[in-house]
């Protein structure tokens, strides 16, 4: 198994099957089926969890029934790779509706994964997921606060390998508070030819999702 670190955009990308571990500085991540990228001071620029994550879970609150809809509209149809910006200023709201997705998704065979900035709290830990040896119905990438993540951090999450799969539909939920890193993140997800489009959640007294 190669012990040294996987090459920022621009290197070869993991095949499926095989394992990458990496270790630097007191750090150590391992991956299958995913490529790990690291900053100067050998932590991870994020990490990538299988669904239920293992870290504090999104909170359970009112979903929308409109807004749940139209997700799961835009996760069956539409090109192989596919990212949707999901906006909107009441956090709960948010990751309510991105939680019930992500189980519902995984329900229907889905690989579900939630990416967050950094490494997470441990030193040691996996910062990439073993996806399941056989194809899934799709790979549901799913990343809050994308707006708080520096470019280049961006840029690598979207070159990682799992973005890349010929075997099964890729979507990237994108969560957000507002627009302002939208354009941005739009043209890098247009440089990977990924479709794109943008869903405003709604108010709390909005209760149809429009």
Do not use: K
């Not at 504090?56 to 539409?78: C, E, I, K, N």
């Not at 939208?182 to 479709?195: M, T, V």
Request: aromatic content about 6%.
């Amino acid at each position: 198994m190669p012990t040294t670190p996987r090459p920022a955009p621009g290197g070869e990308p993991c095949p499926a099957d095989e394992q990458h571990i990496v270790a630097a500085d007191g750090f150590a991540y391992g991956a299958m089926g995913a490529d790990i990228h690291v900053i100067g001071d050998g932590a991870p620029a994020y990490r990538l969890d299988t669904w239920p994550a293992g870290r504090a879970p999104f909170p359970r609150t009112h979903v929308p029934a409109a807004a749940l809809d139209r997700l799961r509209q835009w996760r069956d149809r539409g090109p192989a790779l596919s990212g949707r910006w999901l906006h909107g200023p009441d956090d709960d709201c948010r990751s309510g509706l991105a939680a019930r997705f992500a189980a519902e998704s995984a329900g229907a065979g889905w690989e579900v994964l939630i990416a967050s900035h950094g490494p997470g709290p441990s030193p040691v830990a996996a910062v990439a997921p073993e996806l399941r040896p056989a194809a899934p119905v799709g790979v549901l990438l799913i990343v809050d606060h994308l707006d708080r993540w520096p470019h280049s951090h961006v840029t690598w999450l979207f070159s990682n390998a799992l973005v890349e799969r010929a075997d099964a539909p890729v979507r990237m939920l994108l969560l957000s508070s507002g627009l302002d890193a939208w354009p941005a993140i739009r043209a890098s997800l247009a440089g990977l030819r990924a479709a794109h489009s943008a869903q405003a959640l709604p108010r709390r007294d909005d209760g149809d999702g429009r």
